[in-house]
């Protein structure tokens, strides 16, 4: 496999993996553990883009992507309303 391969699959699967998480963290609105999972997804992707970053320009594409991924999910999680108890209204 060629290292242009492996960049274009690497930035393939950086691409899927953050709308993914993004539009998993807004279906459930499970905001804190899907940050979570953003910052460990765009850790990881930081040190493929270090070890391929030699190989193929395209990989940059890939970090920048992980980085506004994280970004409009982390901006769509301060900017939901506070959660309610409506099952219990106070009197």
């Not at 960049?7 to 940050?35: C, E, H, N």
């Not at 991924?69 to 982390?74: G, I, R, S």
Request: charged letters at 10%; aromatic letters at 14%; glycine letters at 6%.
């Amino acid at each position: 496999m060629s290292s242009e391969t492996i960049a274009i699959a690497y930035d393939f699967a950086v691409i899927m993996a953050g709308i993914f998480i993004l539009l998993s963290a807004y279906t459930y609105r499970k905001f804190k553990f899907l940050l979570v999972c953003l910052s460990v997804w765009l850790v990881c992707s930081l040190s493929l883009l270090i070890h391929f970053a030699a190989f193929s320009a395209l990989v940059i594409a890939g970090g920048a992507t992980g980085v506004v991924v994280l970004t409009a999910a982390f901006l769509t999680y301060r900017t939901l309303p506070a959660h309610s108890d409506a099952g219990n209204p106070e009197e």
